[in-house]
Every structure is written in structure tokens, then in C-alpha cells.
């Protein structure tokens, strides 16, 4: 079953860091551009960031530019976002989500929460 | 950045009646429009994409039309699985972004 699981998410401090992680099983996370995708408590969708096979091509939203990084690992077929400097408006729901291109794999979410 | 507009916000409706949602962009995206469904605790899930190709395993009742700005979904008759809420989305410009949603509920 093809299938996206993500992990790492918790309750951090303003200012904190954490780092998501997306596995895949079912098929090589490698062959595929990933994205993240984020929901704020009763809020709409808004895309975080996207990477491509190659790494060549990495992009992000700009409310998250200089603060997440988005990674793979290929060995654990998985891509990361690393997060830091955390603010309270970064609380959310994340998913990973395929992107060939379309987001067509999505994993069932991770959730972030920033609060003092 | 492409701004997706989605209407109506909200639709009151009944199961087996026909609806259209709206999504205009700010410039054209040419079709490089999807819509995904998203219902409460769920994670979202594509329906259409390149504007009008139904995805895999979406049923037939759901199509999509439409290029450059204006772009529809249409569900031919709703069913009780059908009240959910509703994203377009543009690839056609970084950053890739979505609507704000149109929710179905039940009347």
C-alpha cells in the first residue's frame, strides 16, 4: 500500500525548533517531489514547501523563508522540514504530501503547536 | 503571487442535488488547476487535476472545467460522502497555493 507517515510534531516555545519527518512505504520516496503542506486550526490549506527529486529545486512559502529547511534522506526514504524560530501563528497541522506534480499521496498529518 | 479565490464560502444543499464550485485566479494558471476534497479529520485528497482529469478512483459524478483564470467543479448530484470541504489549487507559479475553500454542508 502506498502510504505517507509523518512524525515529529509536538508543543514547542516561541522561538523553539522542531524537525518533521515523512516516511513512505509502498514506493521510493526518491523518485517523486515532495511537498508540505500546512492547516492552522479551522483555517484553509497553505503550502509550506517543495522539493525536487534532485534537490536541484527547493522553494517555500514566504512566511516560512529563512526559518524551515526542507531536506531528503534517502537512505530512510524520507524527506524532513526542519523548523526553527517557531511562532505561534506556525501551529498547525503539517502533511506531507507527493507531488507528481499533483499531490496525489498525502500523509495523515503531524501537529505542531507553538505556545508559551 | 497567484491568488486562488474560491465561491461560495458555504453551500446548504441536499444529497442528490447538482452543484458548482468557483475558483478564479489573479492571473492565468493556465490548467495547471487541481481540486482536492477534504472532510473533518482527514487529510485532503486529490480529485481533479490539470483542471479536468478526474484522479484515480474518483467517481464520475465529479468533473472539473475551465483554463486560464476561471475554473469549476461540478458534482452532478451530491451525495452523503459529498459534504466536505473544497480546494482549488494552482502548480502553475512558485509558490503553488490554494484557495480558501468552499464547504458543502447538509441542508
Known amino acids: 500500500e502506498v502510504q505517507l507517515v509523518e512524525s515529529g510534531g509536538g508543543l514547542v516555545h516561541p522561538g523553539g525548533s522542531l524537525r518533521l519527518s515523512c516516511e513512505a512505504s509502498?514506493?521510493?520516496?526518491?523518485?517523486?517531489?515532495m511537498n508540505w503542506v500546512r492547516q492552522g486550526p479551522g483555517k484553509g490549506l497553505e503550502w509550506v514547501s517543495h522539493?525536487?527529486?534532485?534537490?536541484?529545486?527547493?522553494y517555500y512559502a514566504d512566511s516560512v523563508k529563512g526559518r524551515f529547511t526542507v531536506s531528503r534522506d534517502s537512505a530512510r526514504n524520507s524527506v524532513n522540514l526542519q523548523m526553527n524560530s517557531l511562532r505561534v501563528e506556525d501551529t498547525a497541522v503539517y502533511y506531507c504530501?507527493?507531488?507528481?506534480?499533483?499531490?496525489?499521496?498525502w500523509g495523515q498529518g503531524t501537529t505542531v503547536t507553538v505556545s508559551s | 503571487e497567484i491568488v486562488l479565490t474560491q465561491s461560495p464560502a458555504t453551500l446548504s444543499l441536499t444529497p442528490g442535488e447538482r452543484v458548482t464550485l468557483s475558483c478564479r485566479a489573479s492571473?492565468?494558471?493556465?490548467?495547471?488547476l487541481a481540486w482536492y476534497q477534504q472532510r473533518p479529520g482527514q487529510a485532503p485528497r486529490l480529485l481533479i487535476y490539470?483542471?479536468?482529469n478526474r484522479a484515480t478512483g474518483i467517481p464520475a459524478r465529479f468533473s472539473g472545467s475551465g483554463s486560464g483564470t476561471d475554473f469549476t467543479l461540478t458534482i452532478s448530484s451530491l451525495e452523503s460522502e459529498d459534504f466536505a470541504v473544497y480546494y482549488c489549487h494552482q502548480r502553475s507559479n512558485w509558490p503553488s497555493t490554494f484557495g480558501g475553500g468552499t464547504k458543502i454542508e447538509i441542508k
Open positions: 522539493i525536487s527529486t534532485t534537490r536541484n529545486t527547493i
Open positions: 509502498g514506493f521510493s520516496l526518491n523518485s517523486y517531489p
Open positions: 492571473q492565468s494558471v493556465s490548467n495547471y
Open positions: 504530501a507527493r507531488a507528481g506534480p499533483y499531490m496525489d499521496v
Open positions: 490539470d483542471a479536468s
